[in-house]
């Protein structure tokens, strides 16, 4: 039986170590965890959430919407999960985060051909691997990446968002409702007035911040940018960001609110919810003193605080190809937001490429070779040398995804058209050999 040694069981390394296994390939997956923790995770389990608990949109409408219905198509292990523990949360996606990575860590820990290694990597083994330890990488394992990649000291900021449990808000202050009525009131919507409002911007802005080495705001990463950073650029940045209220009334009033904070479910039962969009690195006396000055969660009791930490990742375009193999030494593939890819699906899919086309080289088969008609393949495409400029990371969207060779009628309408068209040609490639494998899901 071919070896393939996978470092990491997150998202990336969860995934690809599935689709690897499924093939019939034995799988080495060396997990820290937990012997050692990172910073950012608190559970031993695989796949483990560190921020939000959303996976985002559903709809084929959206380019995520569509990268995880290519990824259900091809068996994904993730995609899997995230079905089996999904939350309400209207028309994005969102899971028990605890069960999610239960059901993972149960999955490969069964499977035949994944054998599961306790322990720190801290250098690149022998044979075919692929790295997928994260950006929250340990020391360790960072210097031998940075040996490998001279040009991989690249890194931005990610900050976390509180946790609050749902019987401590101030429901004569809240009330349920999803944006303009859309699927089902799955969030909790906390108004606020301008008065209380411009208040509450004027003490973020000026609240205490966790010292973090070597910060500054120009090193944060715009797609998890902290609340009190977004405050920093203008008094109504919030307002068109996080706590915009278009599409929110208040049933109370019937008109929209001056600004309103959303809470989204973060477990199944019910009982947790997280600020959207609050990512932060203020000190946990702080957040609680600026936080509850929102009048819903003025007696608010906080399960978890926003944390900050560094995340680092490789200038991909000059070191990877588009099956994410480093090409000055094919053996050795990365996964994962280390690569520059940015975002838990865009991570697992990531993984998933590189299962499927590390799983073909190795049985001597022919790549899939995703094409960029496709969201994955887009991905791919674009870390590998698509970008121009300085190289940030990532988002899927419908820009990096060849456009139609026709011309289609709104935007909506067009974005169902190239989804239909992607979702087509993974049912093509999904003839191919190295897709005839076992289902253990």
Same mark, same amino acid.
């Given at each position: ?9 997150g998202?990336a ?5 599935w689709?690897?296994a499924e ?5 080495r997956?060396v997990e820290?965890?937990p ?7 608190v559970s ?7 921020c ?9 409408t959206?380019a ?16 899997y999960?995230?079905d089996?523990?999904?939350v309400?949360?209207?028309g ?14 149960? !999955? ?14 801290d250098?690149i ?6 790295v997928?330890t ?9 210097d ?21 449990t749902l ?7 809240a009330f ?10 799955d ?13 509450f ?5 000026s609240a ?21 950073v977004?405050a ?5 940045t ?8 278009v599409?929110?009334?208040?049933p109370?009033?019937g !008109?929209?609110?001056?600004?309103v904070?959303?809470?989204?479910r973060d ?10 969009g ?9 957040? !609680?003193?600026v936080?509850t000055?929102?009048?819903?969660l003025k007696?608010?009791?906080f399960?978890?605080?926003?944390v900050?930490?560094r ?11 588009r099956?994410?193999?480093l090409r ?7 996964a994962g937001?280390?690569?520059?890819v ?5 991570s697992a899919?990531?993984g ?12 001597g ?7 960029q008609?496709t ?10 040398g ?6 940030q ?6 820009g990096?995804?060849?456009?139609l060779?026709?011309?289609? !009628?709104g935007?909506?309408?067009k974005n169902?058209?190239?989804s239909?068209r ?7 490639i999904?003839e ?8 253990h899901?």
């Open positions: 039986m071919k070896t393939v040694t996978v470092l990491g069981a998202l390394g969860s995934e690809c170590s689709q690897l093939r019939g390939i034995h799988v997956l820290m965890k012997l050692k923790m990172s910073p950012a995770h031993a389990d695989f796949a483990e959430l560190v939000s608990n959303s996976l985002r949109s559903d709809e084929l959206n995520v919407g569509l990268l995880k219905a290519e990824m259900r198509k091809m068996r994904s292990l993730i995609m999960s995230a089996l523990n999904r309400a949360a209207g994005a996606l969102a899971v028990d985060r605890v069960g999610f990575a239960r059901t993972i860590t149960e !999955k490969l820990r069964s499977h035949p051909n994944v054998e599961v290694v306790a322990a720190e990597a250098a083994p022998e044979g075919e691997v692929v997928a994260g950006p929250l990488s340990s020391d360790a394992i960072a031998a990446i940075a040996a490998l990649c001279p040009d991989s000291d690249l890194h931005f900021y990610d900050a976390v968002a509180p946790i609050v019987e401590s808000v101030d429901m004569d202050s349920f409702a999803s944006r303009y009525d859309k699927g089902t009131a969030y909790v919507n906390c108004p606020m007035t301008e008065e209380e409002y411009l208040a911007v004027r003490e973020l802005v205490r911040e966790a010292e973090v080495h070597g910060f500054d705001d120009a090193g944060v990463f715009e797609g998890c940018m902290p609340v009190e977004m920093r650029r203008g008094v109504d919030l307002r068109y960001g996080p706590m915009k209220p599409g929110l009334k208040d109370r009033t !008109k929209e609110s001056y600004a904070v959303q809470l989204r477990n199944a039962d019910g009982t947790l919810y997280n600020l959207v609050f990512q932060t690195h203020l000190t946990w006396g702080e957040q !609680k003193r936080f000055m929102i009048p819903a007696n608010a009791e399960v978890r605080y926003g900050m930490h995340n680092t990742y490789l200038n991909s375009p000059q070191l990877l190809d099956y994410y193999r000055s030494d094919p053996r050795i593939s990365f937001q280390m690569t520059g940015e975002g838990y699906v865009e899919a990531s998933m490429l590189v299962g499927i086309e590390t799983a073909a080289r190795v049985l088969l022919p790549a899939a070779d995703f094409p008609e969201a994955i393949g887009a991905l791919g495409l674009y870390i590998s698509g970008s121009v400029g300085d190289f990371p990532m988002n899927i969207n419908f990096i995804i060849a456009p060779d026709r011309r289609v !009628k935007k909506r309408n169902l058209a190239i239909e992607s979702l087509a040609l993974i049912d093509t999904m191919k050999e190295v897709f005839h494998c076992e289902d899901r």
